[in-house]
């Protein structure tokens, strides 16, 4: 990431000085006029006021810029619904008036999110044959014939003996991490690495310790001195070492340095865990994620992760690795025992998903679409970084992500680009560092090249209005644009 | 002479041989003597020594050979441990939906292992209701709610389910399993205080783990152990007085572990009492008690207000999947923000939300499937009950029927061997039961047991041949 002008730390720390400022005024003054009689006497307060501060004084002046729903699948157009409010931002109500929007927020990389000629038509069939739910866990009655074909499928297509797979991204995350380790072992863990990573780390009981963002260099320092200083205080050896790390970095949009890592690990006897939520579908020549865009031998990952919430379209996760490492889990791992089994008709929609993606529909649907959100991402990227914006992460990544800085510019970006129709996600604090506010863009397959020139225009107007473009802006953009 | 005289003596000669050549020394109007030379000399000492570095052992940083060989050294243990037997347990597969009955390696079985309690599985307005979804908005959300993955069906399910349990809000999670271990954390952080029933499901376990909060528990749904333990934070308090923190009572209406029903009324007294909140998972009693099938409060006459958050998994009665939290706007506003698996994680797909809200509805027109599940247990527990070497667990209106051996064989794992030995059989008799798994990571350590699921759409005639199979199969079994 290029250095911070000193001009933005400025600005962004004055606003959020400001805004901190007023919140604390607007707090003291209404604990002198108001009572909040919400907490019944003798309790603590269910939320602290410093615990939601940022909520009362930051977050509810922008909020309509998150959570906005919609009322169509989420692909290349959504529907967005109208909010309004009459208390300051405090309360939206939705307005029924539907706003046809350019959607570049889902993370929909290979168009599977609406409802499609192939996909569609099966996961139907095995709602009749299935229903929605199985009402049960996956040892109990929940494992169907679809379940165990969707396993086999996912463990051909990413290239490991075998797979298991749940029924949330999330809590494969944080039910697999403490079925792997615990007690006496070591995660260590990229340092923006995802939530769920977090709650299965801190989950486990095994001591976690991070290393710079997708820095090998740094992993192998800590490494180095993890093992030359074994457990703390007792100073036993660790009894393992996982090293966590994800394919695609959904804030960052850079991909992971896998090739590297993966010889530091192997070098240090470490395992290595690899989160590929955002890759599996969208990167690689075939789709197989980052192992496959890398080069890395899938045999060299201990421990394959990934969603079916992205490039398929569904919703689960899996994990994929040795026959005897998905007994293991199937027998430990309590998002396979406890949890109720991935919905039939979601299951489906990966199979067919999958099938579509292998060339298996016999179509060349598949292996055009990889093409599509590749070519996509690459001009999407190119013309963004023309334009003189700060654009983050790397080629191939259907994750750019740009630098708004200013805090102000968050619900600026985020509203002007919805008044011409654009969705776009924005963040701030605290999903990103304090002075690192930033949009997000994910490409999709299903956008056509004008829906990308539309969306470039719209960002490089509000760009303009919002005084995103950073860099100089290169000659050769304007060009392009009046083709 | 004493010492302290010696001292005396040798300060004050100290002093006048100091005070001698500054004599009617005066700086700055400041008449300087011995003993202020003294003064300032004994400061300057004391600075000198607080300055010094306090005792270390020598430490040499290890070198890059010797941090290289600890590095060659180490011996990593394996991922996992060597596979073992039990391990390798291959779950039935069905080949149709999981109803009543269902297929299982081209048999027909009757299925007692769903916990479709109303037996909405299959349901025709349902399945309807999931394809006009699926024809609107394809299968997944494909982003979180915060990023464009919130759809209608969400909100609307949300309203659907606070105007049914008449709580003000309702906040939606993609996973039964992640609510619990996302609501408890957003609420309760290190310093609060959570007492909660030893029994409950491994969801809840790890929500108080990763809440960090100091957790005390209870015997399992034992009003008095509760009790004990109040008493004690409440003589605690007495003896110490501390800043208020936030405590919370956890316990399940039907327990998953154990089929036993929480004399919640009586926690509910308890937790005003001692001024505690209580967090209630509903998940195997909501659609199944009380007058509008609310849930274990409404059976027991409890105004929903009392219940500070309630959570339930839709993978039950609803058969759908997901999961809820649902109290107060300020409850359900604060996870909006803090609910890790409601942040980070894909909403749930729009079709499972359509047919969430079909099921909601269906339990608010049709109060028949839950006089009908009623019936059902009690048939089946009647016909249980008369079975040499088994013994009924669970509470008698809960649709989790156990079944337990009535003379352990003194260990876990010989009466798992038992119980596995009759469930499988009883498949090759065409009846599909479960054996209650447990997980080493799960704390609970209730004893094992055959599991029921009774459901409102099971046939009498196939509940009987259930139990008449059961006591055959267990009678050669345990006199074998
Ligand atoms: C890296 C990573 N892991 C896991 C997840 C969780 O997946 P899901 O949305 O399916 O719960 C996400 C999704 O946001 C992710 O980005």
């Known amino acids: 990431m290029a250095t911070v002008p000193y001009f933005v730390v400025l600005t962004t720390y004055f606003s959020y000085g400001l805004l901190f400022v007023i919140g604390h005024l607007r707090d003291f003054f209404r604990s002198l006029f108001y009572k909040d009689r919400s907490t019944a006497e003798g309790y603590a307060p269910l939320c602290r006021d410093f615990e939601d501060f940022y909520t009362r004084r930051l977050y509810h002046r922008i909020q309509d810029c998150f959570n906005r729903p919609i009322a169509s699948a989420p692909d290349a157009w959504i529907e967005v619904i109208g909010r309004v409010s009459r208390d300051n931002n405090q309360t939206l109500y939705r307005t029924y008036q539907n706003q046809r929007c350019l959607n570049l927020s889902s993370y929909n990389y290979l168009g599977f999110a609406a409802s499609d000629e192939y996909c569609t038509p099966r996961v139907m069939e095995s709602l009749e044959t299935f229903s929605p739910s199985t009402c049960s866990t996956r040892i109990d009655c929940g494992t169907t014939v679809i379940h165990q074909e969707l396993e086999e499928m996912v463990a051909r297509f990413v290239g490991k003996p075998a797979a298991m797979v749940y029924g949330m991204g999330f809590a494969t995350n944080s039910t697999t991490l403490p079925a792997l380790i615990g007690k006496g072992g070591l995660i260590i863990s990229d340092s923006l690495n995802h939530s769920s990573i977090v709650a299965g780390a801190r989950g486990s009981g095994a001591k976690v310790q991070v290393f710079q963002h997708n820095t090998p260099s740094h992993l192998e320092q800590v490494l180095r001195e993890a093992i030359a200083e074994g457990q703390p205080r007792t100073r036993r050896p660790w009894k393992k070492i996982i090293v966590v790390v994800e394919g695609i970095y959904s804030m960052e949009g850079e991909l ?3 090739s590297e890592i993966v010889s530091v690990t192997q070098k240090y006897k470490a395992y290595i865990y690899l989160d590929e939520a955002h890759s599996i579908g969208a990167i690689g020549k075939t789709g197989r994620g980052v192992c496959e865009h890398d080069g890395v031998d899938p045999a060299k990952i201990d421990v394959m992760m990934g969603t079916f919430t992205k490039s398929f379209g569904s919703c689960g996760g899996y994990i994929a690795g040795s026959k005897e490492l998905i007994t293991y889990l199937k027998h430990v791992s309590p998002g396979h025992i406890y949890a109720t089994s991935m919905s039939p008709p979601a299951v489906q929609q990966v199979i067919s998903a999958l099938k579509v993606i292998l060339g298996e529909d016999g179509s060349d649907r598949g292996a055009r679409k990889l093409a599509q959100v590749r070519e996509n991402s690459n001009y999407f990227r190119q013309e963004l970084r023309r334009m003189g914006c700060e654009v983050l992460g790397d080629e191939n990544s259907p994750v750019m992500p740009f630098m708004l800085y200013n805090p102000a510019k968050i619900p600026a970006f985020s509203r002007e680009c919805l008044k011409r129709n654009v969705a776009v996600v924005t963040v701030g604090f605290p999903a990103t560092p304090l002075l690192l506010a930033r949009a997000r863009v994910c490409i999709s397959a299903s956008h056509t090249k004008e829906d990308l020139d539309l969306g470039l225009e719209v960002i490089s107007e509000v760009s303009d209005m919002a005084h995103l473009k950073y860099f100089p802006q290169m000659e050769s953009f304007s060009k392009v644009k009046s083709v | ?10 300060t004050e000669s100290l002093a006048t041989m100091l005070d001698a050549p500054l004599a009617d020394a005066v700086v700055f109007g400041f008449h300087i003597d011995g003993h202020f030379l003294l003064e300032t000399l004994l400061v300057v000492a004391i600075a000198f ?19 290289d060989q600890l590095c060659e050294e180490w011996v990593p243990e394996p991922l996992h441990p060597p596979i073992t ?11 149709s939906a999981a109803g009543p009955r269902t ?8 299925n007692l292992s769903s916990t479709n309690y109303l037996g909405l599985i299959g349901n025709s307005k349902i399945k309807e209701a999931c394809n006009a979804a699926l024809e609107k908005y394809g299968v997944g959300s494909c982003g979180p709610r915060g990023f464009y993955g919130t759809i209608d069906v969400h909100l609307d399910l949300e309203a659907k ?38 029994g409950v499901s491994w969801g809840i376990q790890n929500g108080l783990l990763l809440s960090r909060s100091t957790i005390k528990y209870f015997k399992h749904n034992d009003i008095s152990s509760l009790e004990k333990r109040l008493e004690e934070v409440f003589q605690e308090d007495q003896r110490k007085r501390k800043a208020l923190n936030r405590r919370f009572i956890v316990v399940e209406a039907i327990y998953q572990n154990s089929g036993l029903m929480a004399p919640l009324d009586e926690i509910v007294r308890l937790k005003e009492k001692y001024r505690f909140r209580i967090f209630v998972d509903e998940s195997n009693s909501i659609g199944i008690f009380g007058k509008n099938g609310r849930g274990l409060f409404e059976h027991l006459n409890i105004p929903v207000e009392k219940i500070d958050i309630i959570i339930a998994a839709m993978g039950n009665a609803l058969a759908s999947v997901g999961g809820f939290c649902s109290g107060s706007s300020k409850v359900v506003d604060h996870q909006r923000l803090s609910g890790a698996g409601y942040c980070f994680s894909a909403s749930l797909p729009p079709f499972l939300a359509s047919a969430s809200i079909a099921a909601v509805e269906i339990i608010q027109q049709d109060r028949e499937r839950q006089k009908m599940l009623q019936e059902n247990v009690a048939f089946l527990r009647r016909n249980l009950s008369e079975i040499p070497g088994l013994t009924l667990g669970s509470d008698p209106l809960s649709p989790l029927v156990y079944l337990y051996l009535a003379k352990s064989s003194g260990s876990f794992a010989g009466d798992n061997a038992i ?13 599909l039961l479960t054996l209650k798994k447990r997980s080493v990571l799960d704390k609970c350590k209730l004893p094992t047991g055959i599991r029921i699921a009774v459901s409102a759409s099971h046939e009498k005639s196939d509940l009987l041949a259930v139990s008449l199979s059961l006591k055959e199969v267990v009678q050669s079994i345990l006199s074998s």
Not at chain 2, 419 to 431: A, G, R, T
């Open chain 2, 161 to 198: 389910i606070a105007q049914f349990l008449g709580t003000p809000d309702t906040i939606l999670y993609s996973y039964g399993l992640a609510t619990a271990s996302s609501a408890i954390p957003a609420f309760c952080k290190r310093g609060d205080l959570i007492i909660a029933d030893e």
């Open chain 1, 256 to 258: 992971c340095r896998l």
């Open chain 2, 419 to 431: 119980l596995q030995k009759i469930v499988d059989q009883m498949l090759e008799k065409s009846v």
């Open chain 2, 1 to 10: 002479m004493t010492m302290g005289g010696m001292v005396q003596n040798l």
């Open chain 2, 85 to 95: 037997k039990e391990m390798e347990y291959n779950p039935p597969v069905l080949e």
């Open chain 2, 103 to 110: 297929v299982v390696n081209g048999k027909s079985v009757i």
């Open chain 2, 49 to 67: 020594l607080l300055l010094q570095k306090s005792y270390q052992p020598q430490k040499r940083p290890l070198t890059e050979q010797e941090v």
